[in-house]
């Protein structure tokens, strides 16, 4: 037989065959543990179990186009990857479109959305009814509905009226290969001369007719008819000055200055579309307290239709995260996607943060006095150990234990306690957190496989360090108490 | 040849001289009683011999050392390597078996050896018993036991203290005749006792009064 095994043969038979003793040195170091343990998985699984909590208070990111891109559902599906499927919590995308309800004289901002994804990043909605499941439903907002007197079951007639030009773009930006232009300008008499172009594939001017009736007929109003003017402006590049480009057509010259006005300030005209009216069914109305109030809320599909376009104009994101990794993947989806900018709501992700580190540093204070708890009461078992065992460390000195022999078994005596109260605590300690977990924030805790090996660890390591002073005293005792007298 | 050697030894507590300029020798394979009243000396110098104590003044000569100065690391040393102790009230480790008992004295002085220690116990008596722990075993049960952990790791000097003092004739017997064995095997032994029957087992008696050595007797019928 080895020393080694002779050590352990020991040790253990110290901690088995003293039973009543040991119970209650394994018992203060298990259950010391336990509570460590138990709180290290709460500490640990905190933040995602309050990142949960959090979501209900809604988005904490948003998606938007960047200047001069779109957002389609397409780019919104692609910007998702981003971010790993575990940590999203929902992503809504959201186009808001006035739309007329031509019966009541009325109009209001229309917010095409994803209904199911609704639920998930604005878990707060309050609905009367139920959300829309079908085409041709719509969830009205509580304040409209009033207005206008809606319920649940009521249809509405909704009407999207396109607008017939396009009044963002400016002449410059209008003059593109193939562009039909449309301009004005005053003429003579402050009469309006309508004026309109074709471009050909070098934007060069391909047509032009004009439109002179306000003008007095037997000087501008000749203008629309006289061939040899208009010609002047075939292949001729916008803009145009008169006197240089083009000469005034005699008698007519505020009328063919009013001409090359109208083509300078041209912008592209675009195809009248008729406007579009689709009949739903209300099946909720949204009470917030907020401005979706305001709102009516239809599918993307629906909306779709009436408008003929695949466009988003938001994205509100439920993620969670910390606020460093909602930068990470913020910055992924903005560097990863042409046209698509990710932002934070700093506000919910801020305030989510300082809680969390409340919370956080709330458990680590606990979990050191828990700490500290434990030594002292493991020290003060294993010091009684010490007394109640001295004519047994006199012997064994007697017989020629050395100090470091009598350091190295109660040392032993002392990993074994807590290599059991390791096991004990982090079994148990799973447990106590599983109640903690579930009745303080209903949701169960996933097994951090770390906390097997860490509570073992740590609870040698606090045996270890309850027992120096007990081991001192231990170390003190003269070997002669083991003679007569005694 | 002497192996142990006190020279002018004495030992003060205060006022109080428990030892006082004493010298004795006790030569190899002696079989050595010292007897005493209550206050004489007696456990001041077994502790010294046994080296769990220094003199105030003297020299001891443990086989030609002299151990008088030596630190409690380095008597450890010596006490483990060279004498074998027997106490009074037994003094087993209570959670473990006789034969683990014996095998402690194995592990602090070279390699434990189970076989080694059954055999010790089997010397006295003892190798069914091996199994036992000691609230299972007679008080002359356990002594035997720590005959046979003293005498397990070979010691020049086997040193005892009473070691008759708590056990009935028949097992007083039983120890008496072991000591004779090892005595005739050539181990040294030194045997502190009040009781004069087991004083007279041994070659030569010790007597010790006041802290000083009051006399010394041969014992005429050894061996006989």
């Known amino acids: ?486 | 040849m002497s192996l142990l050697e006190l020279r002018n030894v004495s030992k003060i507590y205060g006022e109080l001289k428990a030892l006082d300029n004493v010298s004795i020798h006790v030569d190899q394979g002696e079989w050595v009683a010292i007897m005493g009243p209550s206050g004489s000396g007696k456990s001041t110098m077994m502790n010294i011999i046994g080296c769990m104590d220094k003199p105030s003044k003297g020299e001891v000569l443990l086989d030609g050392v002299d151990i008088s100065k030596e630190s409690s690391k380095k008597l450890t040393d010596i006490r483990r390597d060279k004498i074998g102790l027997i106490f009074q009230q037994f003094h087993m480790v209570n959670y473990l078996t006789a034969v683990e008992n014996v095998m402690v004295s194995q592990y602090y002085h070279s390699m434990p050896d189970e076989n080694e220690a059954l055999e010790a116990l089997g010397r006295v008596g003892l190798r069914e018993r091996a199994r036992h722990l000691p609230s299972q075993l007679s008080g002359g049960e356990q002594q035997r036991v720590c005959v046979a952990r003293a005498l397990i790791n070979h010691p020049e000097l086997i040193l005892a203290d009473e070691p008759t003092g708590n056990l009935d004739e028949a097992n007083e017997n039983i120890v008496l005749d072991l000591f004779a064995q090892l005595h005739k095997e050539g181990t040294t032994l030194i045997v502190v006792t009040h009781d004069p029957e087991v004083a007279e087992a041994a070659q030569r008696t010790i007597v010790l009064e006041h802290g000083k050595v009051a006399r010394e007797v041969i014992n005429e019928n050894f061996g006989k």
């Open chain 1, 1 to 486: 037989m080895t020393k080694r095994r002779m050590f352990l043969r020991m040790i253990t038979a110290s901690l088995l065959r003293r039973r009543s003793r040991m119970l209650i040195a394994l018992l203060s170091i298990g259950i010391g543990a336990t509570i460590l343990a138990g709180l290290v998985t709460i500490y640990v699984d905190v933040p995602r179990q309050m990142g949960a909590q959090f979501r209900s208070y809604g988005a904490n990111m948003l998606l938007l186009p960047q200047d001069g891109g779109t957002l389609t559902s397409d780019g919104l599906a692609q910007a998702l990857k981003s971010i790993p499927d575990a940590a999203l919590v929902g992503a809504a995308p959201y186009r808001y479109v006035r739309l007329d309800m031509t019966t009541r004289q009325q109009s209001f901002t229309a917010a095409a959305t994803d209904f199911e994804q609704i639920t998930k990043t604005s878990p707060y909605f309050s609905i009367e009814g139920a959300y829309p499941s079908e085409t041709r439903q719509v969830l009205v907002g509580k304040e409209i509905a009033e207005t206008i007197g809606v319920k649940v079951g009521s249809t509405m007639e909704l009407t999207y009226q396109p607008s017939n030009t396009s009044t963002d773009r400016t002449p410059e930006e209008s003059r593109v290969p193939g562009a039909s232009l449309s301009g004005k300008a005053e003429g003579f008499g402050a009469g309006v001369v309508y004026v309109s172009a074709v471009l050909d594939d070098e934007a060069k001017i391909a047509s032009i007719s004009v439109d002179a009736s306000t003008q007095t007929p037997e000087y501008g109003g000749l203008v629309p008819e006289d061939e040899g003017f208009l010609n002047q402006f075939i292949g001729k590049t916008l803009p145009l000055t008169l006197g240089e480009d083009v000469d005034a057509l005699s008698g007519a010259t505020v009328t063919s200055g009013a001409v090359v006005d109208a083509l300078n300030t041209a912008t592209e005209a675009v195809a009248a579309v008729r406007p579009k009216t689709l009949n739903f069914t209300v099946t909720g109305i949204l009470t917030t307290g907020g401005e979706e109030e305001e709102y009516v809320f239809l599918s993307l599909g629906d909306m779709e239709i009436m408008t003929g376009e695949d466009k988003l104009d938001v994205a509100e994101l439920s993620v969670s995260a910390s606020v460093d990794q909602l930068e990470e993947y913020a910055a992924s989806i903005t560097d990863n996607n042409d046209g698509v900018q990710a932002r934070l709501v700093k506000r919910v992700a801020r305030s989510e943060a300082s809680v969390l580190e409340k919370l956080t540093a709330l458990v680590f204070l606990v979990t050191l006095v828990v700490l500290l708890l434990t030594m002292i009461c493991v020290s003060t078992t294993m010091t009684a150990v010490v007394s109640e065992r001295r004519r047994e460390i006199g012997l064994r000195k007697a017989l020629g234990a050395s100090d470091g022999s009598i350091r190295a078994e109660f040392l032993g005596e002392g990993l074994f306690l807590g290599l059991l109260g390791g096991v004990m605590g982090a079994v148990l300690g799973f447990v106590f957190a599983q109640v903690v977990s579930v009745n303080v924030f209903g949701s169960s805790i996933t097994f951090q496989p770390l906390l097997l090996p860490a509570a073992i660890i740590v609870s040698m390591a606090i045996a270890a360090a309850s027992c120096l002073l007990p081991i001192k005293r231990a170390v003190a005792i003269d070997p002669a108490l083991v003679l007569k007298g005694e």
